[in-house]
């Protein structure tokens, strides 16, 4: 099915493009499209609990290099401010 839109939000438009990025590297890797009837419901919840999992370890370490770049840039500001002084 070709599919055209009419999209004038550039965020949409490019979450949409990630999209399609996204099914064609799947489409490549796994040789098939997500339309498919191998797996049951509990085989889609477990690739999708997997999948949230991953993005939950994601977040802790973003975190982490944001509480360590914080940390770093207060020392800056410190330092900065004892030269001033």
């Known amino acids: 099915m070709n599919l055209k839109l009419l999209v004038e939000d550039p965020i949409v ?13 799947g489409i490549k890797k796994y040789g098939r499209t997500l339309d498919r009837d191998d797996l049951n419901l509990t085989d889609w919840l477990n ?9 939950t370890l994601y977040i802790e370490k973003i ?12 020392i800056e500001l410190t330092n900065m401010d004892n030269d001033k002084g």
Not at 17 to 25: F, G, N
């Open 13 to 25: 438009l490019k979450v949409l493009s990630k999209y399609y990025e996204r099914s064609q590297l």
């Open 47 to 55: 690739h999708l609990q997997e999948e949230l999992m991953d993005a």
């Open 63 to 74: 975190k982490a290099d944001l509480k360590q770049a914080q940390k770093a840039a207060l």
